[in-house]
């Protein structure tokens, strides 16, 4: 027999310290990941479920706001809280700035290309708001843009107050230029046009006299409650499903046994 098989080279055996950490791990690495998802999905959650209130507390705005008679828009001060009088109803009374009026791009109505005409409306008072007066269909060829005048003279316009979106997509940095708006802004129009509106766009709901052909259909908003109560309950359940996963694979041995 060899030498080398009468005395066999033995392996040192692993350091007791080693191993107790090896053990350590095990159990304590599951555990904090266990915590990790737990504490994402739940704040997850509870981020989903603020937005979720938020988005009730609009909605409940829009019911109001819709179930009350109109205001004049004269009787509001310039400094009001215009962000609590979104949807709210109102009476602008004044004459259009028709050669201030703008074209918004890329609406689509019944399935037709169009844009929005905005107007400059100059209150008795001496402010000037936005009147987002209806969407009117492109032509056969972009170069050629859709004539909608205002009406001459003072008009009652009745509408709703709308609060533009602070932020927006540019698909041009000079969209600002000519006739043609790719977004509605009130402050860039201000700044454009050197007139001092209101921060707010009002859309008009009623057809002037004569009827002008542009069309006013305002969907009620679409405020994403349920969408949001979804998404919260489903962190929630991956929550509550890492905890029972934790419960399970920690369960007392006698258990595991019992289960085999």
Known sequence: MLPSMRNPVRTADPAPES??????????????????????????GNWQQRRMHAK???????DIASAVAPVALASLPAAADWASLKYRAVIATGEYLASRQILIDNKVAAGRAGFHVVTPL????????????????QKASRSTLPEAPPPAGEVAVHGRIAIPAASY???????????????????RFAAASGLAVLPIV????????????LVRAWPAPDFGVETHRIYMMQW??????????????HRPRALRRSDG
């Open 56 to 62: 009730e507390t609009l909605r409940a705005q829009y």
């Open 202 to 213: 009002v859309e008009a709901t009623a057809s002037p006299v004569p009827d002008d052909g």
């Open 122 to 137: 100059a209150l008795r008072d001496g402010r000037i708001v936005l009147v987002d007066r209806g969407w009117i269909a």
């Open 169 to 187: 997509l540019e698909l041009k940095p000079d969209s600002v230029k000519g006739p043609v708006w790719q977004n509605l802004d009130p402050g």
């Open 19 to 44: 191993t107790a950490l090896a053990r350590t791990l095990r159990r304590v690495l599951p555990t904090l990941a266990a915590v990790a998802a737990i504490a994402i999905c739940v704040m997850a």
């Open 236 to 249: 929630y359940a991956f929550a509550l499903l890492a905890a029972l996963l934790w419960l399970w694979f």
